[in-house]
């Protein structure tokens, strides 16, 4: 005798789940286009840069969680917050080694041109390229034990001669200047090649520290005397960095958000974190994989140019 065809039960209910998955993700896309009609009250926006600050993102998979924003979903993020009615000020979370010195004055211009409130917020670490990203904020609220400063730039230039010499590998380059394989790793730095590396990292600084001091001069507890003393590309703590005048209040994520929210000008207001658009299945896959947490290494480098790492780490 043959079972009669159709949909099981269970099938039916899965089916009905997976539907109500897919719209609320559509909801919440077309929310953040379209402005949220739905929420009653203001909203602060929170931009997450975590990690890296890189244009580079490794492979995908939308059986895996999401990576965390590029450079350019995190601009698009800031201006998909500008460009909603109801968002009124936005949190600029930040935790950050650092990185590529090109996306972190992207992002830096991009904040500091903010027609709306820019309140950063420094997690565990907003160190040098993420210092840099956050300090056209209008206000930066730090944790006391965050990892912050950092102001400097390096470049990184890795020699494998000796080695070369030893298992006997003739490793010869043949070029049209002395200085086109400047870096490469089949020879030492000459005296001529740092000097033209040194002129770099010597301009790229000057700009970063430029740039922190025209958006903190002025601010309570800043002196130029001691910004010059930790311009050495030290790091420092939250607390290290309000006493010297880096930052303009300790205090946690909450603080942030309230501050944004004074800014604005409202009492009254709703949290509304603004994801990168990557399509309805990625986002409901991501969605599923929450919460994931990426932990990264201060001494991460990232630019790469002709064996030379150049970044703002």
């Known amino acids: 005798m043959k079972r ?3 949909i099981s039960i269970i099938g039916m209910l899965a089916l009905i789940i997976i539907l109500f998955a897919v719209a609320m993700v559509l909801l919440a896309a077309i929310g953040q286009v379209l402005g949220v009609v739905f929420l009653s009250k203001p909203c602060i926006a929170e931009v997450r840069i975590e990690s890296e600050i890189t244009d580079r993102k490794p492979p995908t998979s939308i059986f895996a969680p999401e990576p965390p924003p590029s450079t350019k979903e995190i601009l698009e993020m800031i201006s998909s917050a500008e460009e909603r009615s109801d968002v009124k000020a936005i949190v600029l979370y930040v935790d950050s080694p650092g ?6 004055r992207e992002i830096y211009e991009r904040v500091k041109s903010s027609r709306k409130p820019v309140v950063a917020y420094f997690r565990s670490m907003a160190a040098s390229g993420g210092y840099y990203a956050a300090v056209g904020s209008d206000y930066i609220v730090s944790e006391p034990e965050t990892i912050t400063g950092s102001i400097g730039v390096r470049t990184t230039a890795v020699s494998l001669a000796g080695l070369f010499d030893k298992v006997g590998i003739n490793y010869t380059s043949v070029t049209s200047g002395e200085l086109k394989d400047m870096g490469d ?10 000097a033209v590396l040194q002129s770099i990292v010597d301009e790229i600084f000057g700009e970063f520290k430029d740039t922190v001091y025209e958006n903190r001069h002025g601010r309570p507890r800043f002196s130029d005397d001691r910004f010059e003393e ?12 309000y006493q010297i005048g880096l930052v303009d209040e300790l205090g946690n994520e909450t603080r942030a958000f309230n501050k944004a929210a004074e800014l604005a000008g409202v009492s009254e207001y709703d949290k509304c974190e603004i994801s990168p658009q990557r399509g309805i299945l990625r986002s409901f896959m991501e969605e599923l994989a929450k919460p994931v947490h990426v932990n990264v290494n201060i001494n991460t480098n990232i630019a790469q140019a002709q064996g030379t790492r150049v970044s703002y780490t």
Do not use: W
């Open 4 to 6: 009669p065809q159709g």
């Open 99 to 104: 990185g590529e010195v090109i996306p972190s």
């Open 185 to 194: 790793i089949g020879h030492n730095l000459t005296a001529k090649e740092r």
């Open 230 to 241: 930790v311009l050495d590309g030290r790091i420092l703590t939250g607390k290290q960095a």
